[in-house]
């Protein structure tokens, strides 16, 4: 037997395994292929703090489908091109500790290999660095040797100035209107990633613009040493192994984050040593003594800046935008760390609207990549099983997803990321995670019982209104025909009767320009504090804080004693996208004239 044996390449056993890697269908095995494109488009483009213009094309080849994936990114240098695309396991993130969508240097070689396996046909690599002319690569993946087999390599005319460009046919099967589509992939893709923006024609030749919401280019996240809280202890004793510090105390400081010289000594003196041994001497005993340590000391958590979050402001608007809730909330949980990995939990709630839904829809993301299968089995999905939903006002059966019509985005964000397989589908149960994302859920439930509550108490404000408002336009259309006078607006009037907060738009226009002008009146009795938006397209002057995206983002702060009246003005040549004011107060029960999106803390 032993005489029959023989080394496996890595290629030839995902040759074999496809199915580890997520193709184990038509269906799936298209979105797959699309998903790692996108995702290392992405990738490189953040690297260079590029804003990605990312385009996908889908077309039918008789019986397979051709696949084009094309960025602006920094493009690979000629002589990498090959191995980067042609070599399973070759990557320049693995041995790095900081977050990224890829890690192992398998999804999009996993792809070319997927194609040759089922269409017997090369994948073509267009790529140009700025300032270089553009290169091409034709290849197959030898699977035997796992190395690049070129087909042919050549300069090409390209019209873009960087960037890179795959094409792939595979044999796969297209579907529309699916939770697991190349079409529901890009959209949760441009939700978490509000700076990209994504054109995707599919194979009918419909075109879905998923527009750039924000301008600001992603800060780019700092690879750092491990964290000593939650480190293993195979991991810790291969690390003493590997290491060039001469003595334990040098150690410490060099291998780790978040440890200097107080910290240390507090470590060293836990687990009785002196810190002058030899780390590569240390025994076994003595290793586990440094790992009861780690745990009895106070650690600073790490440092953020190894991990990218969305943002709760950018998450919000995205929420808003995509799927114009009546209500949105978002929270960004501080960096927590599970095995010696950093991570941190963002989750973004948007509830009612135009959101049309029996049960909550979860939306998982890990390093801003959705997970589309296997959402029972993933541990994000549990968590929002067994968060009792029936504290924040919605109706639930007791281990299920909470009936309502809402949408529960979260997003883990970790330097290595606990998935259940190498297809990146689910993310299994770490303790750690779980916690994070419960208490993540809590937090914007709590506030979404803050809102129906409110919402309940204007219902029962709203029946007086009611009674008000049968009355209030008589009087107005009487009393303006009296004294000969246009009927006013008794919308402002109810206001002042009930003890509202009235947001006004006023629009004098004037060679080709539009004079805006926002009155906020507070008719209740109490401080008021606001922040208004204006979304807009065109040229703007205003003394406001302007978020440059396709649409101008204006924002004021206002606060308002009772009675007091706040005016804003700014000048748009252009359009307000927006029909009314956007409105976030403090403690105001009912605001009239404007979008109310949620309240403040």
């Known amino acids: 037997m032993s005489s029959r044996s023989r080394e496996i390449s890595v290629a030839e056993f995902f040759e074999k395994n496809k199915h580890v890697l997520g193709y ?12 790692e494109a996108v995702d290392n488009s992405l990738d490189a483009c953040e690297d260079e703090g590029i804003l990605p213009d990312i385009y996908v094309r889908i077309s039918k080849i008789g019986e397979n489908y051709k696949i084009i994936v094309e960025d602006n990114g920094p493009g690979i240098e ?8 042609g070599k399973l396991l070759y990557g320049s993130r693995f041995h790095e500790i900081k977050q ?10 996993g792809a070319i290999l997927y194609a040759q396996l089922t269409t017997g046909k090369p994948a073509k690599i267009i790529s140009r660095v700025k300032g270089s002319k553009a290169y091409s690569v034709t290849l197959y993946i030898n699977t035997k040797k796992n190395e690049p087999e070129i087909v042919e390599e050549k300069e090409e005319e390209w019209f873009m100035s960087h960037g890179t460009r795959i094409e792939l046919e595979i044999a796969g099967n297209y579907v529309k209107e699916r939770k697991q589509s190349v079409y529901e992939y890009l959209k949760e893709t441009a939700i978490v990633n509000p700076y990209a923006r994504i054109t995707f024609v599919e194979p009918d030749g419909t075109v879905h613009e998923f527009e750039r919401l924000i301008e600001e280019v992603p800060k780019l996240p700092r690879a750092i040493k491990p964290h000593p809280h939650g480190i293993e202890l195979g991991k810790l004793i291969q690390m003493l192994r590997d290491t060039k510090e001469k003595n334990l105390r040098s150690f ?35 290793a586990e003594a440094l790992i009861k340590a780690f745990k009895q000391v106070d650690l600073l958590p790490p440092p953020t800046d190894c991990l990218l979050p969305i943002g709760d402001k950018n998450l919000e608007k995205s929420l808003l935008l995509r799927f114009k809730p009546e209500f949105v909330a ?16 963002e989750v973004g709630l948007a509830y009612g609207g135009e959101i049309d839904a029996d049960k909550a829809i979860i939306l998982r993301y890990a390093n801003k990549i959705p997970l589309l299968y296997q959402q029972s089995g993933c541990a994000l999905t549990k968590v929002v099983e067994m968060i009792n939903w029936k504290n924040y006002g919605i109706n639930q059966n007791i281990g299920e997803l909470p009936s309502a019509p809402m949408v529960v985005l979260i997003h883990l964000a970790s330097t290595n990321v606990p998935y259940t397989s190498e297809s990146k589908e689910a993310i299994a149960e770490i303790v750690e995670i779980m916690e994070e994302a419960k208490l993540a859920i809590q937090e914007v439930g709590r ?21 008000i408002t049968k009355i209030i336009p008589l009087i107005a259309k009487k009393a303006a025909e009296i004294l000969d006078k246009e009927v006013p607006n008794y919308e402002k009037i109810l206001a002042r009767i009930m003890g509202y907060v009235y947001v006004e738009r006023v629009i004098k226009e004037m060679d080709g320009y539009k004079d805006v002008k926002l009155f906020i009146h507070n008719f209740s009795k109490s401080r008021v504090e606001m922040e208004i938006y204006e979304l807009c397209n065109g040229t703007v002057e205003a003394e406001a804080e302007i978020e440059d995206s396709n649409y101008k983002t204006l924002s ?17 040549k252009g359009s307000i996208v927006n029909p009314r004011p956007i409105v976030r107060c403090n403690e105001c029960e009912t605001v009239k004239g404007a979008e109310v999106l949620a309240t403040l803390k």
């Open 24 to 35: 184990t269908n038509p269906s799936k095995a298209l979105v797959t292929v699309v998903k």
């Open 78 to 85: 000629r002589e990498f091109l090959p191995k980067v695309f």
């Open 100 to 109: 990224s969508r890829g890690q192992q240097g398998i999804g999009i070689s």
């Open 252 to 286: 410490l400081k060099e291998e780790f984050v978040r440890v200097g010289d107080k910290i240390a000594e507090s470590i060293l003196s836990a687990a009785n040593l002196t810190g002058e041994e030899d780390p590569k001497e240390l025994k076994r005993e003595q």
């Open 330 to 345: 978002a929270v960004t949980r501080k960096p927590k760390v599970y095995s010696g990995h950093p991570f941190l939990i």
């Open 447 to 467: 506030r979404l019982k803050e809102y129906l509550d409110r919402k309940e108490k204007q219902k029962m404000k709203k029946k007086k209104e009611e009674e």
């Open 556 to 572: 004021w702060k206002v606060v308002l004693k009772p009675e007091d009246v706040s005016e804003i003005s700014y000048r748009l």
